[in-house]
């Protein structure tokens, strides 16, 4: 039988993955950043879990508008590295495991959530950017991926997420075999991209969002996607992700890590749970 | 509260051909087509007059107007040797050098 042995929560962005590329881990622009992944990498190590769901968003790397999948999982065997329009980084392509990936899938069906299920995905930086930072590579550790719509309105809402969680860790509970799975969430923090107000940071918010994701979830799960948007940026929106690991983890389940910076363009956030 | 252009199912149906050609270019050799020759590339993908003089000026503000998202006409930037900041600093009418006057990291402690 298979069990969620914890849940991170992690903030993704392009620029992550160039600070990693270029090893900027003392750039006034980023030490504060790099400093946030070490205590919960080690732990993470510790673990050992045999695989990581991580809930992500495709940044129309893998889905274009043509059909853009609200929910997508991947069942594959390897994940190869999408190219974003800038070319690829020097990393290995990802192991899936493709027997939990289809166990997922008919362990979600039946639970009546329904994603588009995936036999070939790249990945982009959604789960690339911040996955060197919480293990070196190359990885062995497979990964099953699941896209969120967190970009083309309507998107699913907040609950929804936290509801898919809660559905993903009854697959895993539901799993034949003994395995122990970490549960990823990436995305926000507070930031947005477009327009005059680009550049838009809300560290008080994204501070109250840790709160309350620790606390009261529940909360959370109540506001709409404007007041996400209104408090944090439009692309912020995406934080809504994380609600999927903390359903994932459990209601009782105990914070380890947190940590903050925003010394950018992002709201920089990383959060850690160990189920009770 | 941030000024935002929410990127609804009316804003994706009017950029499509905008965003289906910035998503094109996560092939390389379609990056090097559209180096090659920009104009020829958007007419490729069906751009209105409007839509190829926005890409022409780099109006990435009014590429937003006209149903861009962000996530892919960054694609078109980066494929000309631009990158965020630079895009970022001009949607609010500013030099780099200006944008990066107001991160967090140089307003010092």
Redesign the interface.
Known sequence: MGSIVGGIGVSHAPSLARAYDEGLSDHPDWADVFAMFPPAAEWLAGLDPDALVVVYNDHMNRFFFDAYPTFALGVADEYPQADEGWGLRPLPDLVGDSDLGWHLARSLVADEFDPTVCQEMVVDHGVYSVLPFLAEPPWSTPIVPVAVNVIRHPLPTPGRCFRLGQAIARAVASYPDDRRVVVVATGGMSHQLHGPDFGHLAPEWDNQFLDLLERDPSQLCQLDHSDYMQRGGAESVEIIMWLAMRGAVGGSARRLHRAYAAPMLTGYGLISFEPA | ?????????ER?RQG?RI??L??S????AN?EAFLADEDAYCRRYGLTDQERQLIAERD??GI?AAGG????F??IA??IGSN??AV??R???ESVEE?LA????NQGP
């Open positions: 509260m941030p000024d935002m252009t929410v990127f609804t199912g994706s499509y965003n289906k910035a998503s270019l996560t092939e390389p990056r990435w503000n937003v998202n962000i996530y892919l960054i694609k980066a494929t965020l900041v970022g600093a949607m609010r009418g944008f107001t991160r967090p990291v």
